[in-house]
């Protein structure tokens, strides 16, 4: 199931930036981190691509959400400033942003590229 992270679920489970100036991923499993916001129609069109993943990538790929209007500061801690931005966290290695609506295909691509996921 997709997860909406708030700023301190987002240091707990994937970097505490207040704690740590080098990445350090908190997590145990890769993560797909999705900036949106409710009025962006790109967003919507990706959401239930996100569901889909979560179902089939379960105990794989953890899938979590971060609403720029609500969680600001974490928007500008990773410099958002267009939505949907997607932030593809491996467990080891740094994290590699995408931005726009992205396809199913693309996002199962970048799994297996980028986590070693299938």
């Known amino acids: 199931m997709v997860e909406h992270l708030t700023l301190e ?22 993560c797909i981190i999705d900036f949106y916001a409710d009025w962006c129609g790109p967003c919507k069109m990706v959401a239930p691509i996100l569901e889909e993943l979560a179902t089939e990538y379960d105990g794989k790929v953890d899938i979590y959400k971060i609403d720029t209007e609500k969680e600001r500061e974490l928007a500008g801690v990773f410099g958002i400033q267009s939505i949907p931005s997607l932030l593809f966290v491996p467990v080891d290695g740094q994290p590699q942003m995408a931005q726009g609506a992205l396809p199913k295909d693309a996002f199962q691509k970048a799994f297996a590229e980028i986590f070693k996921v299938e």
């Open 9 to 30: 679920t987002f240091k707990s489970k994937v970097f505490d930036f207040e704690k740590n100036k080098d990445w350090t991923f908190e997590g145990t499993r890769p």
